[in-house]
């Protein structure tokens, strides 16, 4: 059920990545964060409430409780996900906000605890937490999700190269192209 999740939050990913205008990933993203939230929260206090500590307490045995701690466990990684494919639009409804960056740090390490994620998970984790500045940055960090600035402005200068190139060959064409037809010529006007 947990690869089936992911799968999910991938397509999800994938689905925000594809879309055509910054505005409309700017308000998915938040709805997304919304929701997001909201669970981490209620999972929190439902796991605090049960008395579930993680790395000392054996698994749950309550369905309720397995429950949340699955939904904690999904979440913080897509919050992963999100803080590290989509870091502009991401820490402008995360950084201004304490209550997100506790629950966060809190999930961070409860789910970090738990030593219930795979090396590749364990992964994302470590990213999202340096993105986040959870815990200090690595000297050789760097977010594998994002292009940086300079990737981004020689795609720019490659992408109006290659436009430039097609205006000139719609240029060249049109040259080639002259208009053939019956014609009157000045030298055999005699009769």
């Known amino acids: 059920m947990f690869r089936t999740k992911r799968k999910e939050h991938h397509h999800i990913?994938?689905?925000?990545?594809?879309?055509?205008?910054?505005?409309?990933r700017y308000k998915a993203v938040q709805m997304l964060m919304d929701q997001i939230f909201k669970v981490l929260n209620s999972s929190r206090l439902a796991l605090t409430s049960a008395g579930f500590v993680p790395s000392v307490s054996p698994f749950p045995t309550e369905e309720t409780v397995r429950e949340q701690l699955s939904l904690l466990l999904e979440n913080v990684l897509?919050?992963?996900?999100?803080?590290?494919?989509?870091?502009?639009?991401?820490?402008?409804?995360?950084?201004?906000?304490?209550?997100?960056?506790?629950?966060?740090?809190?999930s961070y390490s409860?789910?970090?605890?738990?030593?219930?994620?795979?090396?590749?998970?364990?992964?994302?984790?470590?990213?999202?937490?340096?993105?986040?500045?959870?815990i200090e940055k690595s000297a050789t960090f760097h977010n594998p999700y994002v292009f940086n600035e300079k990737d981004k402005q020689k795609k720019n200068i490659?992408?109006?190269?290659?436009?430039?190139?097609?205006?000139?060959?719609?240029?060249?064409?049109?040259?080639?192209?002259?208009?053939?037809g019956p014609g009157l010529s000045g030298s055999r006007t005699d009769l």
């Open 13 to 24: 990913i994938q689905t925000l990545g594809q879309m055509q205008t910054d505005v409309k």
């Open 158 to 180: 490659v992408s109006v190269e290659n436009q430039q190139e097609q205006v000139q060959k719609k240029k060249a064409k049109e040259k080639i192209k002259k208009k053939r």
């Open 78 to 106: 897509f919050i992963g996900d999100l803080a590290l494919f989509f870091p502009d639009v991401f820490h402008r409804f995360y950084d201004k906000d304490q209550q997100r960056r506790i629950l966060t740090s809190w």
């Open 110 to 134: 409860f789910a970090v605890e738990t030593e219930f994620y795979d090396a590749k998970s364990l992964e994302i984790l470590s990213l999202m937490a340096q993105e986040l500045n959870l």
